[in-house]
């Protein structure tokens, strides 16, 4: 069964009906992270959140191409460089690799095109070229290149702001630059005197701005060269808007003569406990931190939990309630692995009750991705689930393949239930302890073995005391951190 899907648009303010530029094809672009310091809250919410939108649509069976690109020229990477004194390269390559490894633990789908604006500086040279011939840009006496808004007629479509005539002039006369309008940007910086970084282009030695490398990098990508619009869907964080979408719509609307998405969507700022994270205010902490604390799925689960256009309030007491129904998922895939089901019994089960319950979640996903309809949803399964487990102990085996079904759709929707239970539970526990461990159950599976009980039951206690719960299943001895 097919659901109609439903977005909310920021430029018309709705929600509207999405239909995509060509049949059964999504191609979505994400403004993604400037490479100058390790990925913080904010940026693993906006990832998860457009990464929610991809599955939803791939489950619908969409065709998808997801571009995310890495800004790895940029003043703040330049800034680094001055006081690290390390190359462009060396600094940006870690990040990345930082930044790659945060999306891996979060259960990111790794997008299909991950451009860097240091690999686009052709395309780049080349949309800015057209815009000079087209007269929208403009050359200053020291050589930058600037975009002329003024041109644009459409400037501000896209976030529907509106300047007026004294407020432009009262700011146009306080700057210094030869900017010709008070909104119009930098498109190239021509090289300067001790400029660090500057590549070879057909507009003479220099660096991009900053808006201009998304629009070539889509371009590049993912763009139709032919339709109204280049791609279906451009995402971002909420504080995006406005100057940097608006910006890239501009540009590319005057150099490609169509628009560059049929839809925007934003995603909620993350606030710590009610404030706005910021670096100045020292509360905006790393993705990393909170992986290693609590683990990369505990905090996908609570970062996901609150709608993506919603202002995400972050505090330490409501990820662990969140943990806690993480948890639920995972303890009802253990009691499902003591059943013996083979993927030939999966494939032949009975498919409307599966059915029922993922048309249920698929639903609630198309309604512009209405994440806490899922969770109840999800939250009902588990609990009728361990209610039908609790009740029949001799349970149809056709009922267990679907609830691991279920599971299956949970995971495939919202990338939630993936790992092996065992490792779940025993998340925080070093590689030593883990050791230390096994040992103590090898030793208590050969004291069974022996009949020596006392020792066998000593050892249990001894892992007791180190909060190991050990449990006999039909797959071996199995243990688990319990708090
Ligand atoms: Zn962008």
């Known amino acids: 069964m097919k659901y109609k ?190 400029d660090l970084v500057k590549f070879e282009s057909s507009l003479g030695n220099g660096r991009p701005g900053w808006h201009i490398e998304c629009s070539a990098m889509i371009e590049k990508h993912l763009s139709h060269k032919n339709k109204n619009y280049s791609i279906d869907i451009h995402c971002g964080g909420a504080d995006l808007l406005f100057p940097h979408h608006e910006n890239e719509a501009s540009q590319s609307r005057c150099a490609t003569g169509h628009e560059l998405a049929k839809y925007w969507l934003h995603n909620g700022f993350v606030k710590i406990d009610g404030e706005k994270m910021s670096k100045s205010l020292g509360n905006s902490f790393f993705v990393r931190d909170a992986i290693k604390k609590y683990g990369g799925e505990a905090i996908r689960f609570y970062l996901l939990s609150t709608h993506y256009r919603a202002d995400f309030n972050f505090s330490e007491e409501e990820l662990l309630n969140s943990k806690k129904r993480l948890d639920r998922i995972y303890r009802l895939k253990k009691r499902l692995s003591s059943y013996k089901i083979s993927e030939a019994m999966l494939n032949s089960v009975f498919e409307l009750d599966n059915l029922i319950f993922k048309n249920h979640l698929l639903k609630a996903m198309n309604d512009d991705l209405n994440i806490s309809i899922v969770l109840a949803e999800i939250d009902k399964f588990v609990s009728t689930a361990n209610e039908s487990l609790d009740q029949n102990k001799k349970i149809d085996l056709s009922k267990i393949a679907q609830y691991v079904k279920n599971l299956k759709c949970i995971n495939r929707l919202i990338g939630i239930g993936e790992n092996n239970y065992s490792e779940y539970f025993q998340f925080g526990i070093g590689d030593e302890v883990k050791k230390e461990i096994e040992d103590l159950i090898s030793q208590r599976t050969e004291a069974k073995k022996d009949k020596n009980f006392v020792l066998a039951d000593e050892i249990r206690d001894q892992l007791k005391n180190m909060n190991v719960q050990i449990m006999d299943t039909i797959n071996g001895v199995k243990w688990e951190r319990v708090e």
Not at 70 to 94: A, H, V, W, Y
Not at 178 to 185: C, G, M, P, S
Request: proline share 2%.
């Open 5 to 194: 899907i439903e977005l909310f648009d920021s430029v018309k303010k709705e929600k509207i009906e999405f239909e995509p530029i060509v049949s059964g094809e999504a191609r979505i672009y994400v403004c993604g992270p400037t490479v100058y310091d390790h990925a913080h809250l904010g940026h693993a919410r906006s990832a998860i959140a457009f990464d929610l939108l991809r599955r939803m649509l791939l489950e619908n069976d969409f065709k998808v191409e997801f571009g995310r690109n890495f800004t790895d020229i940029d003043d703040k990477i330049i800034n680094k460089m001055s006081q690290t004194g390390e190359s462009l390269l060396e600094i940006t390559e870690r990040y990345i690799n930082s930044y790659s490894r945060d999306m891996q633990d979060l259960g990111i789908i790794v997008p299909t095109v991950q451009p860097k604006a240091t690999e686009t500086i052709d395309e780049i040279s080349h949309m800015v070229q057209e815009l000079l011939d087209k007269d929208f840009a403009y050359r200053t006496s020291s050589g930058d290149i600037y975009f002329d808004t003024s041109r644009d007629k459409n400037y501000l479509s896209i976030s529907g702001r509106y300047q007026n005539e004294n407020e432009r002039e009262s700011r146009l006369n306080s700057i210094e630059d030869e900017k010709r309008n008070i909104a119009d940007f930098v498109l190239w910086k021509h090289e300067k005197d001790g």
